[in-house]
C-alpha cells in the first residue's frame, strides 16, 4: 500500500521546474556555507507553505535547490517572486545571492536511493540551463514556460520582458525571458512600501524627463527645479546683441543707397558716422519706404549747393518722417532693440517648473519648499501622487515610493497608474506589477474591488466601510519575522 501511494517511476510530467542556485557557495569556508544552506531553506521553506505537499517535489541541489511544481504552472510564478523578494532583503545572511531560472518541460518521477521521490528529465534540465544565464536576484524563464504562462491572462503577460536567445555549452540555444516585478531595476514590494514604517527616509524617484512644450523666451532651464527663476534681465541679454548685428547690416545697405541717389556719398557718411544710433534706425525706415517711389528725385536738387545746404535739405525729411513714427526714439538710457526686446519678453505671473504632479505644474516656489522638505532635488517630470496614503510614481506607472502624506498637490487621477485589475487604492487603479507587490507583501489573492489605504496609521480597509480588514506595517514587520 505504501508503494502504490507513492508516484510510479514510469510516470511522466509536464511540469514547471525551478532551479535556485546560491551564488558563489563553493567559494565559502564550510562553517559558513551551512549557515548560509540553513537560512536558504528557511525562505524557500517559508515560499512553499502555500503550496500542497502534493502538488511539488524539492530536491536539494547542494548549492540550491531544483522545485517541481506537479499543479498549477503559475504557481512556480508566484512562489519565486517572494522567494526573490525575501532574498533581496535578506539581512541576517547579506552574503546570501541566488540566481533562479524556471521552465516548462517533461519530467520522469522516480525514486533516489534513499526511497524518496525525484525527478528527470529535460524540464530539470533545461531549467538549469536557463538559471546559468540569470544574474543575482534575477528570474529568467524558458520560452516554453512564457508561452504557457503570458496565455493565461493579460496581466501574466505584462510580467515578462524577451531578453534574447543564449546558447549553453551544449550549443543549445534558449530564448529567455526576464520576470520584471516593476521592471528589472526597481525594488521587490517589501523594500518599495517599506517606508510606510520609517517615511522620513523616503526614496525619491528616477525620472525620464520629459520635455514640456513652452514658448522660447519663457521656457526654463533643467537646473530650475533646483534654482529661481531667472530674472527678467536675463533672457534678453543675447537677443539685442542678434537684433545690433543685423540692423547694422541693413544700415549700411540703406546708406549705401542713399549715398548713390544723393550724389554726395562722402559727406553723408561723414554725417552720419557722427550721428547717434537712434536717427541711424530712423534713416533706414525712410529709405525702405521712399526709395521705390522716388528713384530718381536728387536730379531736381541745384546743383549750386553748398555741400552744408545738401546736407540740410537730406536731414529735413528725416525730421519730418520722425512725427508718424509708431512710438518716438527711446531716451539714450534705453537702446530701442533692448526695449523692443522688452515688450516682447512676458514673465509669467507665478514662475513654474518642469515638475506635474497629478497632471498639474508645479510653480518654482512649490518645488522648492518640496526639495526643502526632503533636502532632495526633484528632477523634471511628470508624477502622480497619493495625498491620503503618500505613494507616488511616474505617470502611467506603478508606486515606487512613499513620502509624507497631505501635499497640497490636488487628489490622484483614477489613471495614474494606468491601472488594468480591477482593483483601487484610494481612487486609483492599480496596474499588475503593483497588484504583484501587494499579493506578495500580504501573501494572499486579492480580489477586484476599491480599497482605501490611510498612510498614516498602515491600515488599509474595503472603500465605504472604516473597520480596517489588513496593516501594511504589519504585514512588513511579520514578513520580516518568518525570516
Given at each position: 500500500?505504501?508503494?502504490?501511494?507513492?508516484?510510479?517511476?514510469?510516470?511522466?510530467?509536464?511540469?514547471?521546474?525551478?532551479?535556485?542556485?546560491?551564488?558563489?557557495?563553493?567559494?565559502?569556508?564550510?562553517?559558513?556555507?551551512?549557515?548560509?544552506k540553513?537560512?536558504?531553506?528557511?525562505?524557500?521553506?517559508?515560499?512553499?507553505?502555500?503550496v500542497?505537499?502534493?502538488?511539488?517535489?524539492?530536491?536539494?541541489?547542494?548549492?540550491?535547490?531544483?522545485?517541481?511544481?506537479?499543479?498549477?504552472?503559475?504557481?512556480?510564478?508566484?512562489?519565486?517572486?517572494?522567494?526573490?523578494?525575501?532574498?533581496?532583503?535578506?539581512?541576517?545572511?547579506?552574503?546570501?545571492?541566488?540566481?533562479?531560472?524556471?521552465?516548462?518541460?517533461?519530467?520522469?518521477?522516480?525514486?533516489?536511493?534513499?526511497?524518496?521521490?525525484?525527478?528527470?528529465?529535460?524540464?530539470?534540465?533545461?531549467?538549469?540551463?536557463?538559471?546559468?544565464?540569470?544574474?543575482?536576484?534575477?528570474?529568467?524563464?524558458?520560452?516554453?514556460?512564457?508561452?504557457?504562462?503570458?496565455?493565461?491572462?493579460?496581466?501574466?503577460?505584462?510580467?515578462?520582458?524577451?531578453?534574447?536567445?543564449?546558447?549553453?555549452?551544449?550549443?543549445?540555444?534558449?530564448?529567455?525571458y526576464?520576470?520584471?516585478v516593476?521592471?528589472?531595476?526597481?525594488?521587490?514590494?517589501?523594500?518599495?512600501?517599506?517606508?510606510?514604517?520609517?517615511?522620513?527616509?523616503?526614496?525619491?524617484?528616477?525620472?525620464?524627463?520629459?520635455?514640456?512644450?513652452?514658448?522660447?523666451r519663457?521656457?526654463?532651464?533643467?537646473?530650475?527645479?533646483?534654482?529661481?527663476?531667472?530674472?527678467?534681465?536675463?533672457?534678453?541679454?543675447?537677443?539685442?546683441?542678434?537684433?545690433?548685428?543685423?540692423?547694422?547690416?541693413?544700415?549700411?545697405?540703406?546708406?549705401?543707397?542713399?549715398?548713390?541717389?544723393?550724389?554726395a556719398?562722402?559727406?553723408?557718411?561723414?554725417?552720419?558716422?557722427?550721428?547717434?544710433p537712434?536717427?541711424?534706425?530712423?534713416?533706414?525706415?525712410?529709405?525702405?519706404?521712399?526709395?521705390?517711389?522716388?528713384?530718381?528725385?536728387?536730379?531736381?536738387?541745384?546743383?549750386?549747393?553748398?555741400?552744408?545746404?545738401?546736407?540740410?535739405?537730406?536731414?529735413?525729411?528725416?525730421?519730418?518722417?520722425?512725427?508718424?513714427?509708431?512710438?518716438?526714439?527711446?531716451?539714450?538710457?534705453?537702446?530701442?532693440?533692448?526695449?523692443?526686446?522688452?515688450?516682447?519678453?512676458?514673465?509669467?505671473?507665478?514662475?513654474?517648473?518642469?515638475?506635474?504632479?497629478?497632471?498639474?505644474?508645479?510653480?518654482?516656489?512649490?518645488?522648492?519648499?518640496?526639495?526643502?522638505?526632503y533636502?532632495?532635488?526633484?528632477?523634471?517630470?511628470?508624477?502622480?501622487?497619493?495625498?491620503?496614503?503618500?505613494?507616488?510614481?511616474?505617470?502611467?506607472?506603478?508606486?515606487i515610493?512613499?513620502?509624507?502624506?497631505?501635499?497640497?498637490?490636488?487628489?490622484?487621477?483614477?489613471?495614474?497608474?494606468?491601472?488594468?485589475?480591477?482593483?483601487?487604492?484610494?481612487?486609483?487603479?492599480?496596474?499588475?506589477?503593483?497588484?504583484?507587490?501587494?499579493?506578495?507583501?500580504?501573501?494572499?489573492?486579492?480580489?477586484?474591488?476599491?480599497?482605501?489605504?490611510?498612510?498614516?496609521t498602515?491600515?488599509?480597509?474595503?472603500?465605504?466601510?472604516?473597520?480596517?480588514?489588513?496593516?501594511?506595517?504589519?504585514?512588513?514587520?511579520?514578513?520580516?519575522?518568518?525570516?
Amino acid at each position: 500500500m505504501e508503494n502504490a501511494a507513492q508516484p510510479p517511476n514510469t510516470r511522466t510530467f509536464m511540469c514547471a521546474v525551478v532551479f535556485i542556485d546560491i551564488i558563489e557557495y563553493s567559494k565559502k569556508p564550510v562553517a559558513r556555507q551551512l549557515v548560509i544552506k540553513q537560512r536558504f531553506n528557511t525562505i524557500v521553506g517559508k515560499g512553499l507553505e502555500n503550496v500542497p505537499t502534493a502538488d511539488r517535489i524539492i530536491l536539494d541541489t547542494g548549492d540550491g535547490a531544483a522545485l517541481c511544481f506537479l499543479g498549477d504552472p503559475e504557481d512556480a510564478l508566484f512562489v519565486t517572486n517572494s522567494i526573490r523578494n525575501d532574498f533581496a532583503t535578506e539581512t541576517e545572511v547579506p552574503e546570501l545571492k541566488v540566481r533562479i531560472g524556471i521552465n516548462l518541460g517533461p519530467v520522469k518521477v522516480m525514486r533516489d536511493l534513499n526511497g524518496n521521490p525525484n525527478i528527470v528529465g529535460d524540464g530539470i534540465n533545461v531549467a538549469q540551463r536557463v538559471m546559468s544565464f540569470a544574474q543575482t536576484n534575477q528570474i529568467l524563464v524558458s520560452r516554453s514556460y512564457y508561452e504557457v504562462v503570458s496565455r493565461l491572462t493579460q496581466e501574466y503577460s505584462q510580467l515578462f520582458r524577451f531578453i534574447g536567445a543564449r546558447e549553453d555549452k551544449h550549443v543549445r540555444e534558449h530564448e529567455l525571458y526576464e520576470v520584471a516585478v516593476g521592471g528589472a531595476q526597481e525594488s521587490p514590494a517589501e523594500v518599495i512600501i517599506a517606508d510606510l514604517i520609517a517615511p522620513q527616509a523616503a526614496p525619491q524617484p528616477q525620472p525620464q524627463p520629459q520635455p514640456q512644450p513652452t514658448p522660447a523666451r519663457q521656457a526654463v532651464p533643467s537646473s530650475a527645479a533646483a534654482t529661481p527663476a531667472t530674472p527678467p534681465s536675463a533672457p534678453v541679454s543675447m537677443p539685442p546683441a542678434e537684433t545690433r548685428r543685423s540692423n547694422t547690416g541693413l544700415i549700411i545697405g540703406a546708406t549705401a543707397a542713399i549715398c548713390l541717389s544723393i550724389g554726395a556719398g562722402a559727406w553723408f557718411i561723414s554725417n552720419q558716422r557722427s550721428s547717434a544710433p537712434e536717427p541711424e534706425k530712423v534713416v533706414q525706415k525712410q529709405e525702405v519706404t521712399k526709395e521705390t517711389p522716388q528713384p530718381n528725385s536728387q536730379p531736381v536738387t541745384p546743383a549750386a549747393k553748398s555741400p552744408a545746404k545738401a546736407r540740410e535739405h537730406v536731414a529735413a525729411p528725416k525730421r519730418q518722417a520722425s512725427g508718424p513714427a509708431p512710438a518716438p526714439a527711446p531716451a539714450p538710457s534705453v537702446p530701442p532693440q533692448q526695449q523692443a526686446q522688452q515688450q516682447e519678453y512676458i514673465p509669467p505671473a507665478v514662475p513654474q517648473s518642469d515638475v506635474y504632479v497629478n497632471g498639474r505644474q508645479l510653480s518654482v516656489q512649490e518645488l522648492q519648499q518640496h526639495q526643502a522638505i526632503y533636502n532632495t532635488p526633484v528632477q523634471a517630470g511628470r508624477y502622480w501622487y497619493d495625498p491620503t496614503s503618500g505613494l507616488y510614481g511616474h505617470w502611467g506607472r506603478e508606486a515606487i515610493g512613499y513620502i509624507r502624506t497631505g501635499h497640497g498637490y490636488g487628489p490622484v487621477p483614477a489613471n495614474a497608474s494606468n491601472g488594468n485589475t480591477g482593483i483601487y487604492i484610494n481612487g486609483r487603479h492599480i496596474n499588475t506589477v503593483e497588484l504583484t507587490r501587494w499579493q506578495a507583501l500580504f501573501r494572499q489573492v486579492i480580489q477586484p474591488g476599491r480599497y482605501w489605504l490611510d498612510g498614516n496609521t498602515g491600515n488599509v480597509g474595503v472603500e465605504g466601510n472604516p473597520t480596517p480588514t489588513g496593516n501594511v506595517r504589519a504585514a512588513i514587520q511579520a514578513s520580516r519575522g518568518h525570516r
